[in-house]
């Protein structure tokens, strides 16, 4: 007898992507069902950058001191290096990551949260613990395998791997979070534009002791510009730290015309030997994977009650850090649209804004991270290194460097500019915060967009118009310093006003849909001793920001409004997809 197992959202796959959807679900109180392929969860540290952003999301979702207590801090992140190998010459250095002053001060006005290091294999269980304590089903070794959908839901089928059998799962919406070949987002026909294979790489991931490489240098990155650096991969070698100082992970090309290489431990070695550069030192290979950089991203994100999220949507390499960032931040953008809907608050057709707010996204951070290891090759330039070329001639341009004259002078610069342009990639504040949506669940007021002063993609710029997320201020409530994005999120919409709103309170209070109210100013519940959201917040006292759950804007209105209610149960309407 076959039986269907019945959930509200089936979510296939339990990444970042799906992980953090069963998370923001179970924390709604949406009954939900993971299936995932394999016996366990990622069992290699894959994407480990953890910007302020997810963050945040992590912070609402109750899990960020989890991830803190065992994520390599910041101040550890940020000396990405430069070099012929780990022993041999250093080419130079850019502080990352947030740990250059100026972009340190930024990252700390921008957000409560720091960004961390915390890889994939590591940030999955705690995802998947806290969501299966509040609920999340989980069902390992469950390969999705097909899906047909009507009016009223979605039936997957889908086999458990341990009996051989198949069964159906019925649900009302899907979650295709199964990664860079999803087959969710096949059947689903969402139509992926790009190129998938553009250059061939290998995952080495091994233990050596490396300290007296790396401690006085700390970082997560160190890139190797050695013969062959250039031939596929991410622009150069890279040895990334995993644990400091003792566990790392070896990024290396190959020629993808040729296909990959045997990866034999006698391989792995061999290119360790090559990028850390003292043989002396003894090295544990833990697993070797061959995998390719791709250039994938889809317009549509969803089909009737199909969504994917992740990988499955946008497929690039891991310049940036941007994979599980992405995915999570997908996914937190998707589970209060479905909880609303799937208790009657919201229409289906806010649903749509998923794919509005989210593909633009995943189009620019795929763009962004293919640009990025383009951008390496200025630094092979400098030391006139491209290829074709010899490891005797790579050497001699290396040690050319060095002279007194004006030709060195020349290569030092070029070499130093070519180093610190790669900030696009290591400390792009902006691509990490600026988002900015523009959908139906986003109602406009009216402003010009201001646009940005300064380069989007390096420079973080709060705004409070409708479609960017809360701007960050320390306020207090008594004793209790806390920031502005702490008084929203947790699945429900807040209302922020100040003095004088109290018409706006008033008409939150009286909305069917739960509106949590915030008041800020002297004598009130909240206070701006700073002066930092008075700042910031680009409304007068008496004005309102409706910021949704995800903790983005919805509306805006600048000052007190006699016909509050009716503007605010006229944007909730709009946002929540009935006009
Ligand atoms: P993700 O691929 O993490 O998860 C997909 C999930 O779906 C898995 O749980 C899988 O088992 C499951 N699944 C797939 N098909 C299924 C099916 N038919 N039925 C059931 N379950 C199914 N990024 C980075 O920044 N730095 C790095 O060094 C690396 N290295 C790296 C190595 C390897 C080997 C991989 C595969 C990926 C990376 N990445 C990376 C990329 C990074 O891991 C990626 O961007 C995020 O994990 C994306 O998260 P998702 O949850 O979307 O997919």
Same mark, same amino acid.
């Given at each position: 007898v076959s039986t269907v197992v019945e959930t509200d959202v089936l979510i296939v796959g339990s990444g970042p992507a799906g992980a953090s959807a069963a998370l923001a679900l179970s924390s709604y109180g949406v009954p939900n069902l993971v299936v995932t392929r394999y016996a366990s969860l990622a069992d290699t540290p894959r994407a480990h950058i953890t910007n302020q952003r997810t963050m945040e999301v992590l912070r609402d979702l109750g899990v960020e001191q989890d991830v803190i207590q065992q994520a390599t801090p910041q101040h550890l992140m940020g000396n990405t290096t430069f070099c012929t190998s780990l022993a041999?010459?250093?080419?130079?250095?850019?502080?990352?990551?947030?740990?250059?002053?100026?972009?340190?001060?930024?990252?700390?006005?921008?957000?409560?949260?720091?960004?961390?290091?915390?890889?994939? &294999?590591?940030?999955?269980?705690?995802? +998947?613990? %806290?969501? /299966?304590?509040?609920?999340? @089903?989980?069902?390992?070794?469950?390969?999705?395998?097909? &899906?047909?959908?009507?009016?009223?839901? +979605?039936? %997957?089928? /889908?086999?458990?791997?341990? @009996?051989?059998?198949t069964y159906e799962i019925r649900a009302k919406y899907l979650i295709g979070a199964d990664g860079g070949r999803s087959k969710v987002a096949e059947d689903a026909g969402l139509a992926m534009g790009g190129q998938m294979g553009v250059a061939g790489s290998i995952n080495i991931v091994f233990d050596a002791d490396l300290t007296k490489y790396t401690a006085h240098r700390p970082s997560t990155l160190y890139w190797v510009l050695a013969p062959g650096a250039t031939v596929g991969g991410i622009g150069a070698g890279l040895v990334r730290c995993v644990r400091p100082w003792t566990e790392w992970l070896i990024v290396w090309g190959y020629d993808v015309e040729a296909g990959a290489p045997d990866l034999t431990i006698e391989y792995a070695e061999s290119v360790i030997r090559k990028l850390v550069g003292d043989d002396e030192i003894p090295?544990?290979?833990?697993?070797?994977?061959?995998?390719?950089?791709?250039?994938?991203?889809?317009?549509?994100?969803?089909?009737?009650?199909?969504?994917?999220?992740?990988?499955?949507?946008?497929?690039?390499?891991?310049?940036?850090?941007?994979?599980?960032?992405?995915?999570?931040?997908?996914?937190?953008?998707?589970?209060?649209?479905?909880?609303l809907v799937l208790d009657g608050t919201a229409s289906p057709a806010l649903l749509e804004s998923y794919t509005a707010e989210r593909a633009p996204v995943g189009k620019q951070i795929v763009t962004r991270a293919n640009q990025s290891i383009g951008e390496t090759a200025p630094v092979f330039e400098a030391l006139d290194g491209l290829s074709p070329q010899t490891p005797e001639q790579l050497w001699a341009n290396i040690a050319a460097r060095k002279e007194a004259t004006e030709a060195a002078e020349k290569q030092r610069a070029k070499l130093r500019e070519a180093i610190a342009f790669k900030v696009y990639e290591f400390n792009a504040h902006g691509v990490d915060l600026n988002?900015?949506?523009?959908?139906?669940?986003?109602?406009?007021?009216?402003?010009?967009?201001?646009?940005?002063?300064?380069?989007?993609?390096?420079?973080?710029?709060?705004?409070?118009?409708?479609?960017?997320?809360?701007?960050?201020?320390?306020?207090?409530?008594?004793?209790?310093?806390?920031s502005t994005l702490d008084t929203v999120g947790k699945g429900r919409f807040t209302l922020l006003t100040g003095i004088g709103g109290e018409g706006w309170v008033r008409a939150a209070k009286a909305q069917e849909t739960e509106i949590a109210t915030v008041v800020i100013g002297p004598g009130q519940e909240y206070e701006d001793p700073?002066?930092?959201?008075?700042?910031?917040?680009?409304?007068?006292?008496?004005?309102?920001?409706?910021?949704?759950?995800?903790?983005f804007v919805a509306f805006r209105h600048m000052s007190a409004a006699p016909d509050a209610r009716e503007l605010l149960s006229e944007a909730l309407w709009r946002i929540l997809g009935h006009a």
């Open positions: 041999g010459e250093e080419l130079g250095r850019v502080r990352s990551w947030g740990n250059d002053p100026l972009v340190q001060a930024a990252h700390e006005l921008a957000s409560p949260t720091r960004m961390c290091d915390m890889p994939q &294999h590591l940030m999955e269980p705690v995802l +998947v613990n %806290a969501a /299966v304590a509040r609920g999340t @089903r989980l069902r390992f070794q469950t390969e999705y395998l097909s &899906h047909t959908q009507d009016a009223d839901g +979605v039936t %997957a089928t /889908v086999r458990d791997r341990l @009996r051989g059998d090295v544990t290979v833990k697993s070797s994977s061959a995998w390719t950089v791709n250039e994938m991203y889809a317009e549509t994100y969803a089909s009737g009650r199909v969504f994917c999220a992740g990988d499955a949507v946008h497929r690039h390499p891991p310049s940036n850090g941007l994979g599980s960032n992405t995915s999570i931040q997908d996914s937190y953008n998707l589970a209060w649209k479905l909880k988002q900015r949506y523009v959908s139906d669940a986003i109602v406009p007021d009216g402003t010009p967009d201001p646009g940005f002063t300064r380069d989007p993609e390096l420079y973080h710029q709060p705004s409070s118009r409708p479609g960017a997320r809360l701007p960050h201020a320390w306020i207090t409530s008594g004793s209790r310093t806390l700073y002066g930092d959201w008075a700042r910031l917040r680009e409304i007068s006292d008496a004005g309102a920001l409706l910021v949704r759950p995800d903790g």
